[in-house]
């Protein structure tokens, strides 16, 4: 019986990415990499597998450990899971390796995260972050740095003006909370529904934030989202929490000031605020990189204190001829109960994460990056195949002289080696066959510039009249390639 064939399909909520996007992104990796670097921060890779009780249940919209993520037993019966950020394996292995690391633990992380989530429109289930973090330190000077490095990391990118970084703090929310009479371990979970609620400000707007802290919502698919159930006076009171900013830093602790009156855990929030507003104005980063916004609360479980998000400014042109912003592209916060999970003692921690995917896309769509297929390598030919030492010969030359080169391993004759070299993008093919290896020369085409000549051209014969191939001395070749790709910069 015929086996029946597999449908070539992707998973959902997953992409294929090709060279030209995977060649701009390893050079913005490279930036950013080199900007973490350059403050201190060394490289280190967890796997992409945890178990999940050292994951946790800290993922925005999901309150238990099994929700959210990708997940199975391993041969030993334990579930272990794809990870769905870079710091809750941080927190496992500073728990694992506390008395071999420094007393401040600095360290970068780049790769893919998954989340069981519902895929959409920029929206995907794999997705790639670039973290760094501090691991070890209370200082509010850790915190500042953190704007610092996200500023930097932008400006390296080539979007000085093009960014705004937002900050508030956890524990100002905490004070509004206890205000208005909701505990944060009461075990109720209303306090996780109400942060949740707050961080879909930007995206549902102040209605439906307010559903959100009442009843619920239901979406444009039909999807309900259960609410907090909070009364109007107590809606009212964080509306009025999401309403306090304004453009002065020192304004806006003002104005959180007031609403917290009466809040150990609020006023203290106030301070660390009013403290890194003296960093930054040392730092040089004013509030129009740097703003106070009360309504930046990030949605993920862990964060304690400070929390960052960083967005884009600049409009671009969608699909739909529509204007539109990209939003958020890094954020984070610092999270000093995160490594109590593992040990009995409090670690404090701060750090950010830059989502790779949509600053690539935001950077391409400004023109500052690009993306289009990358040029291909040079193109030795094959006219003989008894002479195919003395063609391995040529491309090992050409590679020794560091030159990007390919050998013809099909079959085909000149004519569909010259489609193959177009497909390739080749900017140059060498070819040579016994008159050529007679005379120690090769016929050398610059591909580039005989692109559109070679569409009528069927025969080896009619190729050697165009003005885009010279003869030149095997000895010569390599140099000769050198000179066509310094002509188009490769």
Same mark, same amino acid.
């Given at each position: ?266 006023? %203290?929030?106030?301070? @660390?605020?009013?403290? *890194?507003? !003296?960093? =930054?104005? #040392?730092? $040089?980063?004013? /509030? ?97 195949? %008894?002479?195919?030492? @003395?063609?391995?010969? *040529?491309? !090992?030359? =050409?590679? #020794?002289? $560091?030159?990007? /080169? ?85």
């Amino acid at each position: 019986m015929e086996e029946k064939k597999v449908a070539a399909r992707i998973a959902r909520g997953c992409r294929g990415i090709a060279a030209g996007e995977l060649m701009a992104r390893e050079a913005m990796i490279a930036k950013i990499s080199a900007i973490y670097r350059l403050y201190g921060f060394e490289p280190l890779m967890t796997p992409s597998m945890e178990y999940v009780d050292a994951l946790g249940k800290n993922l925005p919209e999901q309150s238990t450990p099994m929700a959210g993520i990708f997940a199975l037993k391993d041969d030993d019966d334990e579930w272990i899971a794809l990870r769905y950020d870079m710091t809750a394996p941080l927190a496992r292995y500073v728990a694992q390796n506390r008395q071999n690391l420094p007393a401040i633990f600095r360290r970068y992380a780049i790769g893919p995260v998954w989340r069981m989530e519902k895929p959409g429109p920029g929206r995907f289930r794999e997705f790639y972050q670039c973290d760094f973090d501090t691991v070890g330190s209370a200082s509010p000077a850790a915190d500042a740095e953190v704007c610092t490095i996200l500023a930097t990391a932008f400006s390296a990118l080539g979007l000085e003006n093009d960014f705004l970084i937002s900050v508030s703090n956890r524990k100002i929310l905490s004070g509004i909370l206890e205000t208005i009479g909701i505990k944060e371990d009461d075990g109720s979970g209303r306090h996780l529904t109400i942060l949740r609620a707050i961080d879909k400000l930007d995206r549902l707007g102040l209605s439906g934030v307010r559903l959100l802290l009442g009843p619920g919502r239901k979406d444009e698919s039909g999807d309900f989202t259960a609410g907090a159930h909070l009364d109007e006076s107590q809606i009212e009171q964080i509306c009025s929490f999401l309403s306090a900013g304004a453009e002065s830093r020192q304004e806006v602790c003002a104005n959180l000031e007031k609403l917290v009156e009466g809040s150990a855990i609020g006023l %203290e929030g106030v301070a @660390e605020l009013r403290q *890194m507003d !003296a960093l =930054l104005e #040392s730092a $040089g980063l004013s /509030s129009r990189v740097v703003r106070f916004d009360p309504a930046i609360v990030r949605g993920l479980a862990y964060y304690t204190g400070i929390v960052y998000e960083a967005t884009l400014t600049f409009e671009i042109t969608d699909e739909k001829g529509e204007k539109r912003q990209f939003g958020a592209v890094a954020g984070g916060g610092r999270y000093d109960g995160l490594l109590s999970r593992f040990t009995k003692e409090r670690v404090p921690a701060t750090g950010a994460s830059i989502g790779i995917d949509r600053l690539l896309s935001a950077l391409i769509a400004k023109g500052v990056a690009k993306n289009e297929p990358p040029a291909g390598p040079v193109l030795v030919t094959v006219m003989d195949k %008894e002479a195919l030492p @003395e063609y391995q010969k *040529m491309v !090992a030359e =050409l590679r #020794s002289s $560091g030159i990007r /080169s390919e050998l013809y391993l099909g079959t085909s004759g000149f004519r569909a080696q010259m489609k193959y070299a177009d497909k390739r993008r080749s900017p140059a093919i060498i070819v040579a066959g016994s008159d050529e290896f007679a005379a120690g020369t090769v016929s050398i085409k610059d591909m580039y510039l005989g692109t559109e000549l070679a569409k009528g051209i069927s025969s080896r014969e009619e190729w050697r009249e165009q003005p885009a191939q010279v003869t030149v001395a095997r000895s010569d070749m390599a140099a000769e390639i050198k000179k066509i790709l310094q002509r188009y910069e490769i």
